[in-house]
């Protein structure tokens, strides 16, 4: 069976863990100090924190800003259900806004008229780079310095990936990362990243990620402060991850580039954006569109080629935010988006044959 994705952990990542378990403090210990380090340097920021998931790097983004109870964050309903919770978790709504179906990504035109009418409410914009494809960040960072709004990139899904030559994780305020197992990278286990160029947000969060524990007085807590750090070990197999990364992405941009040759004029199958000179995509995910995706996922499975849905419902609709006075027909983009996608194989373990294989399975179905 071809995977969707593949986990990669070797002898030099296990021996690392070990080293750390039998070396170093299992909390704060000399290699998360380091993967900061490397990381900070990786993405271009002058901070970088590690913490227990990317779903805590964008809450205490938003906790760092100061947004909580009465204010709007503007963000996608294209995205994995956790960018939205974030907001939700520190008493802010959650203001959606549509896609646009090129790239699956926050419309700015869309967040200008948000803003437009809900003025004073709105506090940050939350662009997701879905799938790792850039999101249109001039004209977002554009629309925030015009409107003193903060700019919380979620870069949960683009390690490695850029826009205008900048990482993503580097444009916005502060770049929000996840270590999650399928991830280009992990940590194997959860994890997270929050990178900024700003001394102030790095003071912050690094307080409230433990526990809220004053750095100055010993023995007291300046804030309600979370446990949300980053054990050791995990940060000692992400140093060794990390620098493998973009021979990762290389290798994921070989698979895509064949994929688009191969598949590019099937009618019926759409394919995501090409990289250009402004945008180079992490590509997290390759993934197609089309109408009856359940007959072509079903065709693969049965060729021995898995497939899956990133995501089967735009975030407006799953219950908890249909409580928050969301309906259908809201963001008929995003509506179309979550019925038609489907991620087929990406990983830097597919071989050429493994490629032919997938696409001439493709092209079969499209005939047949
Ligand atoms: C776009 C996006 N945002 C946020 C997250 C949350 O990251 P984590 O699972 O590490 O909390 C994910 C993880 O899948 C994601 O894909």
């Known amino acids: 069976m071809i995977n969707t994705m593949e986990l990669i952990f070797d002898e030099e990542m296990l021996n690392a863990a070990i080293n750390a378990l039998k070396n170093e403090f299992f909390l704060k210990g000399e290699s998360v100090k380091k993967f900061e380090e490397d990381f900070k340097n990786y993405i271009g920021t002058k901070h970088a924190l ?41 008493g802010a709504y959650p203001l959606f806004v549509d896609i646009t179906l090129n790239d699956y990504n926050i419309n700015p035109v869309k967040i200008e008229e948000a803003i437009k009418q809900h003025k004073d409410k709105v506090k940050a914009i939350m662009p997701v780079h879905l799938y790792g494809y850039p999101s249109k960040m001039d004209e ?82 300046d804030y309600i402060g979370y446990t949300a750090r980053l054990n050791t070990v995990n940060a000692a197999i992400g140093r060794v991850q990390l620098k493998h990364l973009d021979k990762w992405v290389q290798q994921r941009k070989k698979t895509v580039k064949r994929y688009h040759e191969e598949l590019d004029d099937i009618e019926g199958l759409v394919l995501p954006p090409k990289d250009n000179n402004d945008c180079q995509s992490a590509w997290h995910l390759f993934v197609v569109r089309v109408k009856d995706r359940m007959k072509l996922k079903e ?70």
Request: overall charge neutral; some cysteine.
């Open 50 to 90: 590690a913490l227990n998931s990317g779903t805590t790097a964008l809450h205490l983004s938003l906790l760092a800003f100061g947004i909580g109870k009465n204010n709007y964050v503007i963000t996608t309903p294209a995205t994995f259900i956790a960018t939205a919770n974030a907001i939700t978790y520190t």
């Open 299 to 368: 065709f693969l499975f049965k060729e021995g080629i898995r497939t899956s849905i990133h995501y089967d419902l735009p975030v407006h609709l799953h219950p908890p935010y249909l409580k928050m006075d969301y309906k259908e027909t809201m963001f008929p983009n995003a509506e179309i988006w979550a019925k038609e996608v489907l991620t087929i194989p990406l990983h830097s373990k597919l071989t050429e044959e493994n490629i032919t294989f997938i696409t001439q399975k493709i092209k079969k179905f499209f005939k047949t």
């Open 140 to 221: 977002i960072n554009e629309l925030a310095s015009e409107h003193d709004l903060c700019v919380i990139e979620d870069s949960c899904q683009s390690h490695g990936g850029s826009y205008k030559g900048k990482k993503l994780g580097s444009i916005g305020d502060t770049g929000t990362f996840s270590f999650y197992p399928s991830k280009n990278m992990t940590v194997a286990g959860d994890g997270g990243m929050l990178t900024t160029n700003s001394d102030e947000v790095a003071d912050h969060v690094s307080q409230l990620r433990d526990c809220g524990r004053s750095k100055t007085k010993a023995g007291i807590h």
